[in-house]
Structure formats: C-alpha cells, structure tokens
C-alpha cells in the first residue's frame, strides 16, 4: 500500500493565488521529508529539506519566501507556493527517507504520487 | 560538471534484447546509490539499491565503479512494461534525514515490440 499521500492531485489557479500541497507519511513517523519540483523532461530538483518542529532548509536558488514549508507533525508537511506564476507550473514531489538496514546506512526514499499544479 | 550525469536517450530496445546504461557521479563521497524507475507522470519508484559487490534482482543487475565514479543498470530480456525512464539517484552523507540527495536525468528505455 501506499506510504507517502499527496493532496491535492492536481490543481489549476489563477496567476497570484496561493497554493497549498500536503505530504502525508501513511505508515510511520518522518521528521524529516523532502520537497522536489519537477519539469517536463527533466530530473528532480530538490527545493527544500522539511524538518519537524523547525525551520525548513532550502537549497540554493529556491526562494524561502515564496515557498513556504511547514513541518507541523511527524506525519505532515506542507508546501505553500504563494502568488504563484505561470512559470511555477510544475510536478511537485515529496519524499520521506526512511532508514534502512543493508551493507551501509542507506536512505531509501519513498516518492508521493505528486501534485500537478498548472497556473495560468 | 553536473553531481550527478545520465544520458537521456531514449534507448530504444526490440523487446527481449538487453540494454545497459550508466550513471557518473561527481561526488567521490557519495555513499549510496539507488536505480529507480519513473513513468509518465508518475512519482519515482524504487528499483533496486546498488552495492559495491554489485547486485541482482531478476532481469535486473546493477553494479558501482567507486574509482571512474559511475552506477550501471542493465536488464536482460526486456519487456514492453520495462518501457520507463530509470533515474540515477545518488546520496551523500550517512546520518538519518541529513543526507544530500542528487537525481540523474534519467535514462528512458522504449521497449519496441
């Protein structure tokens, strides 16, 4: 069954709104989770590192201000994309990592099924 | 140099032909390394985790070259449902949560009846 949920699915707004995705860990407890952005043709990119009961932290060129990440819980983290722009039409993904025992510490992450957001 | 380099292909493979292709990385600390598979707008799947002894999953065979830095996937007897885009995915760090994550472009396989 699935162990990372995303919502909404899908969504189109207007050029200025704010948008909110939600990632929700379904079998355990993440205190960390990863927010990525995705274009056509085109790897992941890492936006951000959600951290629980903290500050999120972004990666380079990924404005802070514009997406806001928020950790609540150990089972939800939210992405806010405010006055979104056409330009921020885009696959968003988030991953949990979850530890794993193996040959070395390793982090297998789990994918959620992503948010397609489209704004016009 | 990018972290981590895939070519993008597409590799277009008559079904039950083999087709192998490799993932460079840039990070000589880099510590694990995964394959997973991605269909059309669909969120990344994992494949197989890829050990420096190498390792095999059924058609699938996966192998590192720690000193030219570069993952490989091959996969034997290609079915048209092996048709996907497999991503290279590299991680540098060992502590829970506090680990770099770098994605490949992706290599995308066409299996051609």
């Known amino acids: 069954g699935a162990v990372v949920s995303q919502h909404p699915s899908w969504v189109i707004c207007k050029s200025g709104t704010s948008v909110k995705i939600e990632c929700r860990s379904l079998?355990?407890?993440?205190?960390?989770m990863f927010w990525y952005r995705q274009f056509p043709k085109q790897s992941l990119m890492l936006m951000a590192t959600?951290?629980?009961?903290?500050?999120?932290?972004?990666e380079q060129g990924v404005e802070k201000d514009k997406f806001l990440i928020n950790h609540a819980s150990l089972t939800l983290s939210t992405l806010t994309v405010t006055s979104a722009h056409p330009e921020d039409s885009s696959f968003y993904i988030c991953?949990?990592?979850?530890?794993?025992?193996?040959?070395?510490?390793?982090?297998?992450?789990?994918f959620g099924p992503g948010t397609r957001l489209t704004v016009l | 140099r990018k972290e981590v380099e895939q070519d993008p292909g597409p590799f277009n493979v008559p079904e039950g032909a083999t087709v192998a292709f490799n993932c460079t990385y840039s990070?000589?600390?880099?510590?694990?390394f995964f394959w997973y598979r991605q269909d059309c707008r669909k969120e990344p799947k994992l494949l197989m985790s890829?050990?420096?002894s190498g390792n095999e999953d059924g058609r699938f065979t996966a192998q590192l070259n720690r000193a030219s830095q570069y993952i490989s996937l091959l996969i034997r007897d290609s079915k048209l449902s092996d048709s996907a885009t497999y991503l290279c995915?590299?991680?540098?760090?060992?502590?829970?949560?506090?680990?770099?994550?770098?994605f490949g472009k992706g290599n995308q396989v066409v299996v051609i009846p």
């Open positions: 990070n000589s600390a880099s510590q694990s």
């Open positions: 995915v590299v991680i540098t760090g060992r502590s829970y949560g506090n680990n770099r994550l770098a």
């Open positions: 890829v050990y420096s």
């Open positions: 959600s951290n629980e009961g903290s500050k999120a932290t972004y």
């Open positions: 991953s949990l990592p979850r530890l794993a025992g193996g040959p070395a510490t390793y982090n297998e992450q789990f």
């Open positions: 079998d355990f407890q993440a205190t960390t």
